[in-house]
């Protein structure tokens, strides 16, 4: 396959390729930089968000190139010849997508940064881990990171609302205000419940009846064609780091014991540590830990949540309500700022449910949840679902969803 053929194909993908509804991220990434990249769980839109910027900047030219490395002709082929070739042919941006596929490909980048006149923009699987597995690249390359889409980014993508993103400081300082001036706009509640049900992709817009079944789909692909791709583990170990996953996904809010689900999955306990951080790696779960316990990274997860309440409802008709409305917490707060923040967003807390940004308490609950748990307690708060607005220190659950 020549240029002109790849040239081709992209003038096709392009042509499908809408500008109207775009993630918060393409705003974000410097594309000045020489070697950029995007990474996230499968189906977050990091291919969507590469054609867009593409075709928006370099529409009809031959100066920027979309490849993606599953094709079977990069099999065989030196991804610094051929971004040579594309460099000698008059090339300035290579856009390459699915790099985990590619067996060399940080050596190869690495190549392509220091001896070629071209910006380099890749994409990959959420598992990647730059910074361990490549000290050269970690040194050049910035690395942004695309998360599932927020309630905010749900309601812009269908239409309903076009409300920029708020900070945490503002939602806990001006949430009445704030939640006055949607609620006149917009059926709020109801579009909740629908989120919380099919928002968290975009390919939602293709239509909720088979919407379950392709995320699903998209998590038999992580664990069983990303997983082994990215850490080389054999088959034998990923099918029961699928059943450790699964087992989890029947009993969360799930209060881990180490040595159980060592004993079940007939994983090592040291493994089942290493596991646990893969899925959360993988973007199919999150583990909450103590911030009392340090810093310890082996140190045993508190809790351990699906990553997002699409999840919880693909693996299940009825999850229970009170998972639901903590996991929609945990995934909004922790994908706030991933791309800027150092260290743990929340932990898990004595007093309430848990710790934000080492000083907000918060409790999660219904209508009527009270300040019982969170009495007397500096800086608390109650995220309460169910309520359109809240008053002083309770505050929608709804309105955490606007964070990115």
Known sequence: ????????????????????NKRYLLERINFEHKLIGILGQRGVGKTTLMLQYLKEHFHEKTTALYISLDMPYFANI????????FEQNGGEYLFVDEVHKYDNWA?????????L?????????????IAQDDGDISRRAVIYHLENLSFREYLKLNDLLDHRALTLEEILSNHTDIAKDIVVKIKIIKYFKEYLRFGAYPFVLEGRDDYHLKLIQIINQILEGDLPYVTNIDFAQ????????????????????????ARMTHISRPKVYDYLELLERAKLINAITS????????KKPEKLYLQNTNINFALANTPDIGTIRESFFVNQIKNTDTNRFLGEKIYTSKKGDFLVEDRYVFEIGGK?????QIKG???SFVAADDIEIGFKNKIPLWLFGFLY
Not at 117 to 129: E, H, R, Y
Request: glycine share 4%; aromatic share 14%.
């Open 78 to 85: 030196s991804l610094f010849e051929f971004a040579r070739e």
């Open 377 to 379: 307690i500096k800086n």
């Open 107 to 115: 050596a190869e980048f690495k190549n392509i940064y220091d001896f």
């Open 291 to 298: 911030r009392e316990k340090g810093y310890n990274i082996l």
């Open 117 to 129: 006149n071209i910006k380099v923009i890749f994409s990959g699987s959420s598992l990647l881990q």
């Open 368 to 372: 009527n949840k009270g300040f019982d």
């Open 238 to 261: 990923i099918k029961k780091i699928k059943k450790m996953f699964f087992m989890i996904s029947t009993l969360v809010p799930f209060i881990p014991n180490i040595s159980e689900l």
């Open 1 to 20: 396959m020549d240029l002109q053929n790849l040239f081709a194909l992209q003038e096709r993908l392009l042509f499908k390729i809408s500008l109207q």
